[in-house]
């Protein structure tokens, strides 16, 4: 073993027997009364470490990450902004982090109402007649969103709507979504300038239809210039519109989805509002429904009584909703990343919502711009880019094997996080810029920098970015190796 | 420009078919399909004496960026599968019409809608335009 | 402008480059009868001070209470590096580990997380976790739904110890798959399944089976899980993580082991917080790990035959195969996953079964001051651990509110989920169901019966 892999081995390797981090457990020696035959017999596998190897070893890897505080992000889909610091700080007040879910009503007034005020400001962002925070991810939010459609339908004894619309562009949670709700997916095509084909769509629709599922600005980063027709179409044939919320960002303080006609939406408060990304959660997936679906949102919901002037919080159970389509986690949801996206909105307050969206779409309108100018081509040139915009790299990929997989793997050497690559899958050799707010000129003109720097290396002097990445902590993984020989824990192959 | 046995009967999902002398029938994904997918991963079988409908679904081969149905381009009784597969699933990717064919059916229904070779032939120009 | 960097001349620039007059125009393809001026109902902004101050107000409000609560989510010391460390910007503000090369931090601990839930569980594989306890028993129900499909059933049986939510919440996430969720009956006396009264011809996908129980109680799982086996049926098994370090694991319940376990993962690491986010754990058998939902991590190589990590099997997932994907679920609970690793970093096998015997051993101690006063007697004749229900001599509630007036967080009242007397479930009216974990002292425990005597010594008709 050289020295890099001894620094960079597991915790399982690092392990001594009867080595440990003695200030992290009680003292007790004492046999308990439990019955021997409940008992293991066998002692876990846990790492045997000290207090300070472990600091080392977490430090160190978290020095293998990419990640907002310390490279720019622009995945797209993802809105990666920064999420600042006081969210966290203050969200880890002991009075919140200390809090027992089913503790009384006596002792929770105060993180209550900080929920009551987020779901208040998340109606009036969205147009939304109520708001249930239950949802613990965007995919959840879906999941609560269709199970709503369909429990609206067969309210009403409509049995046969099972049918969801979805866009061929559609992330892939909104097919999967449909489908465990027991729903049968349509599949709607795109035109060629990104907006949904309106023909399609009217001999799409029909009394088995229970809904559509759109994002909008749309995965493509255009915004869905057909709204109006599409809300009318879906609404005569009896279906609901559902507003996945992905790129609600974009449109903050600008547009509402309930003026656009939607009647449910799932909105990411990972993305919009800013909440940590977590290296892949948690997320937080709140659901807004308009007046035909507020009695189906799922529980518990934050109530607010007023007695004698004074504010009393609470929740609203299933005994309060009965055609509630029920519960969705184990208590109200991620409660800790509802009280960072509070305090995130209390701080961009009002006018700031609007500036979320203006600068959002600032920022991704002049990097369109600027990388046109450099020569890289738009999947919809015609077309303002929402907060974010495709590139389509199949003319340097046909010409000079540079694909999508290549610059997303040599921004990483030029110490640029890669856009998203091969989404939508309508695009070929595409990705998916996602600039936000939050990144100042200077970045994004870096940013351009890197990827004319590419370009002309592959164009001009043949260069290959097949073996990029050079300077991560490693190099491209074999990722056939990874699923055909299983190995998903230490010292144990499949 | 991906290989294509004239012996062999096709379908526009890219799998191809092929008479045996007791009647039954042997079914795999074309060289062209396999391409698309990239080495492959996984592939899931289905149990013998399982019934299939012309154009459902009968097993699946994932690589490591899709994952693809195979569909019963007749209806019938699966007959034989290739458990080879289960541990060396790039047969397919290596000989997709020999080593790496996926099932055997006995078919219950006549074969209408398969492609000659010819037909297929046009299916692959036109996606290379 | 909050959190925004551009100055007037860069906004200038970059309108220039757009060949825009104002940012207004860049909205200019939304139909203009949809556009809006401003909100009505978000605040004015706060600056970091005020809002500071608007938060450690209200933190402070809902006090710093002696809580004895457990019913699923648990109050355990979290050693100060575990969150230290786990909110580094590096891991907390990265995103999914999809581009590996700039993730394998997160990628490695992930290896190491699943590593140490498949050592705890006694199964093969792990999964990079799910959203928490509850979900993961409905995610449980499905997977048993696809991978055993001999069974040809969709009605799942559930323990009659299996906590009453995560009833609820697999309802709502499977029911509209035709999934059906019912408890077997109950033996009353010690709060397990109850033998005679089971129906022996019965079918099912699956039965879930909860240890210890949501009542704290200790089953005879091994019984239990060959009586699911010989009619078809999996066993997952849904488990406190925790008690893992002292009772059987999962994998050698009865002659085959569980076939999947789950359960929720707060215990380890994870501050209570008013209910999330948590984690949900699940490991199963190899040979179901295709039909296992959520993210996997596998060790590979890299270009130059070095050690790498990256997600693995990802073509079961909504990304790839959409509508046919093992389910929608595109998050794992990433940042508590590191603070869990972490965690069991830290304690190791023996810490672990420490804080379990302290934990466990301070619950005895409380149930038996509370059991020696008059109208206070256990409800199950069964062993327990960590958790343990107890008869009042009158309704739960408002004794609990007149504990809460004194900062004492008394328990959960069952009648809350357990009404009245019901064939299957026994009567758990007035029952009280307490816990006392490693952070409660000898002093608090005295605190809690001082109070509860003097609560309980006021006549009924008095104290309602």
Redo the contacts between chains.
């Keep these: 073993m050289n020295v890099q ?1 001894k620094l ?1 081995s ?3 390797e690092q392990s001594r027997r009867g080595r ?2 003695f ?6 020696t ?1 046999a ?4 021997q ?13 000290s ?1 300070l190897q ?2 080392r ?3 160190r ?11 720019f ?1 622009p ?1 797209g889909s ?1 809105t ?5 610091r ?1 969210c ?17 009503l ?6 209550l ?2 929920m009551w005020e987020l779901q ?2 998340l ?3 969205t147009g939304m007649q109520g708001v249930s925070l239950t949802p ?5 939010g ?2 609560a969103g269709v ?1 709503m459609i ?1 429990a609206y339908h067969d309210s009403r004894g409509d049995h046969e709507r099972r049918e969801i619309l979805v866009p061929d562009a559609a ?3 909104n ?9 049968k ?1 349509r599949e709607l095509p795109t035109t060629a300038e990104g907006d949904v084909d309106i023909e399609a769509l009217k001999a799409a629709v029909g009394e088995h239809t229970a809904g559509i599922m759109l994002t909008n600005p749309s995965t493509l980063g ?2 869905e ?1 057909d ?2 027709a599409v809300d009318r179409i879906v609404r005569d044939a009896g279906g609901l519109l559902y507003y996945d919320g992905a790129n609600l960002n974009a ?1 903050l ?4 989805p309930g ?2 006609g939607f009647d449910v939406i799932h909105m990411n408060l990972h993305k919009t509002f ?1 909440t ?9 997936g709140a659901v807004g429904v308009g007046e035909r679906l507020l009695p189906f949102l ?1 529980t518990p919901v934050v109530s607010r009584t007023l007695r004698d002037g004074e504010a009393h919080y609470g929740w609203l159970t ?1 005994r309060d909703l009965p055609q509630s ?13 509802l009280l960072r996206a509070y ?1 995130y ?15 959002a ?3 991704a ?2 990097l369109q ?2 990388l046109q100018d450099a020569g890289f081509e738009l999947a919809f040139p015609n ?2 880019a929402s907060h974010e915009f495709v590139v389509t790299l199949k003319r340097e990929a046909r010409e000079f094997e540079l694909t999508a997989m290549d610059v ?2 040599a921004l ?1 050497d030029r110490g640029y ?2 856009p998203t690559t091969y ?1 939508p899958l309508l695009v070929p050799e595409c990705l998916l810029i996602e600039p936000t ?5 200077q970045t994004l003109d870096g940013f351009v920098d890197a990827m004319i720097d590419i370009l002309s290396q592959a164009r001009d002097r043949g260069a290959s970015f097949k ?1 990029a ?1 050079h300077s ?8 056939v ?3 055909r ?8 192959t ?1 | 420009m991906s290989e294509l046995p004239g012996d062999l009967m096709y379908t526009s999902e890219h799998e191809w078919l092929r008479r045996e002398d007791d009647g039954s029938v042997t079914i795999g994904i074309t060289d062209h399909a396999q391409a698309a997918l990239g080495d492959l ?2 592939v ?1 079988l289905p149990e013998i004496g399982q019934v299939v409908e012309t154009g459902g679904d009968m097993a699946v081969v ?6 693809s ?1 195979v569909y019963a381009p007749v209806a019938g009784e699966v007959t034989a599968v290739n458990e080879a597969l289960a541990d060396d699933p790039e047969k397919i990717n290596n000989d997709p019409y020999g080593d790496g064919w996926i099932v055997r059916l006995a078919p219950s229904d006549d074969d209408g809608g398969l492609l000659s070779p010819e037909d297929y032939q046009a299916i692959l120009d036109e996606l290379d335009n | ?6 100055t007037e001349e ?2 200038a ?3 220039a ?4 007059e104002r ?2 125009d ?6 203009a009868e ?3 001026d ?11 001070m005020e ?2 101050r ?12 002696s ?1 004895f ?1 457990g ?3 648990y ?1 355990h ?1 979290i ?1 100060a ?1 575990v ?1 230290e ?1 786990a ?11 999809y ?8 990628l ?2 992930i ?2 997380y ?3 839930m ?3 569980t ?1 199964l ?3 999964n ?2 799910l ?5 993961a028993v409905a995610e449980a129900a499905l997977m048993a739904v696809r991978s055993n499909r001999k069974a040809g059933s969709r009605k799942v049986l559930l323990a009659p110890g299996v ?1 009453p ?2 009833r ?2 697999a ?3 499977a ?4 999934l059906e969720f019912e408890y077997l009956p109950m033996d009353t006396a010690d709060g397990g399944v109850d033998f005679e009264r089971l129906d022996q011809d019965t079918a099912p996908v699956a039965v879930v089976v909860q240890q210890p129980s949501f009542f704290g109680t ?1 089953a ?3 019984r239990l899980t060959d009586w699911a086996h010989d009619r078809g049926a999996f066993v997952v098994a849904v488990v406190n993580p925790t008690s ?6 999962p994998g ?1 319940w009865g002659e085959a082991g569980a076939d999947i376990a789950c359960g ?1 993962g707060q215990p380890l690491g994870v ?9 949900g754990f699940m490991t199963c058998k ?1 040979q179901h ?2 039909q296992m939902p959520g ?10 035959g ?5 997600l ?14 093992t ?10 996953v ?1 603070a869990a ?2 965690y ?9 079964a ?2 379990a ?2 934990s ?2 301070n619950t ?1 101690r409380l149930a038996r001051g509370l059991c020696g006063i008059a109208g206070v007697e256990p409800v199950f004749d069964a ?1 327990h ?1 960590h958790e343990f229900a107890l008869r009042l001599d009158r309704p739960v509630a408002p004794v ?2 007149m504990l ?2 004194r900062d004492i ?1 008394g328990g ?1 009242d069952l009648s809350i989920e357990y009404p009245e007397f019901g064939p299957e479930l026994g009567n758990l009216g007035h029952v009280l169901l307490v816990c006392a974990t ?1 952070t409660k002292t000898d002093a608090d425990i005295e605190a809690y019966v001082t109070a509860m005597r003097e609560i309980l010594e006021t006549p009924v008709a008095q104290s309602a």
């Design positions: 892999e960079d597991t915790l399982f440990r981090a200030a992290q457990a009680p003292d007790v004492e308990t009364d439990l019955p035959a409940l008992l293991r017999r066998d002692r876990p596998g846990l790492p045997e470490v207090e472990v600091v070893h977490f430090t890897l978290s020095q293998k990450n990419f990640s907002i505080d310390t490279h992000y995945l993802c990666m902004k920064y999420n600042p006081a966290n700080t203050l969200a880890s007040l002991p009075g919140f982090t200390g809090r027992h879910p089913l503790g009384p006596s002792h929770a007034q105060g993180f109402s900080c208040e400001m109606k009036d962002v613990m991810a965007g995919a959840q879906e999941l199970a369909r992330h892939g949670t097919p999967a979504t449909a489908n465990m709700c027991g729903c997916v255009v915004f210039r709204i109006i449109i303080g600008k547009v509402l003026d656009m800013s940590p990304h977590g290296g892949g959660g948690p997320g937080s799922p299933e389509i029920g519960r969705l986690s184990g208590f109200m949801g991620n409660a800790g990343v305090v909105m209390r701080m961009v307050g009002r006018e700031g919502m609007r500036r979320i969206a203006e600068y779409t600032l920022n309108n002049y711009a600027r077309r303002r997303a793997k990483l996080h890669a989404f707010e939050t990144e100042s000129k073996e990445p991560m902590p490693v190099r491209r993984l074999d990722d190796k990874a699923a020989e299983l190995d998903v824990r230490f010292g144990k499949a | 991963v996984y899931e994932e690589s490591v960026k899709a994952a149905d | 402008m909050p959190f925004i960097p551009h860069d906004t620039e970059m309108l480059a757009i060949g825009a940012i207004e860049l909205f200019d393809e939304i139909p949809l556009r809006i401003s909100l009505e109902r978000v605040p004015k902004a706060l600056n970091e809002v500071s608007l938060m450690h107000r209200r933190a402070q409000r809902d006090g710093a209470p809580c609560i019913a699923g989510a109050e010391h050693p590096a969150w460390i909110t580094r910007g590096e891991f907390y503000s990265a995103y999914t580990p581009q590996a090369e700039a993730s394998q931090g997160t490695q601990t290896y190491e699943q590593t140490m498949c050592e705890l006694g093969d594989v792990s990079a976790s959203y928490d306890g509850a979900s906590n939510t995560y609820k919440v309802r709502a996430i029911g509209n798959q035709g200790l005879d799982v091994d893992l370090a002292l009772l059987k694991a050698h929720e501050p209570l917080s008013s209910g999330g986010p948590y984690f190899q790990v295709r993210r996997i991590v596998g060790r590979t190589t890299d270009l130059d070095n050690t790498g990590y990256a693995t099997l990802q073509a079961r997932e909504q990304h790839i195969r959409r509508t046919k994907a389910s929608n679920i595109c998050t794992n609970q990433g940042l508590m590191t690793t972490i069991l970093s830290l304690l190791g096998a023996d810490g672990l420490a804080v015997k302290a466990h051993r005895a062993p651990f609990l509110e809460a007036a967080l959960y490693e």
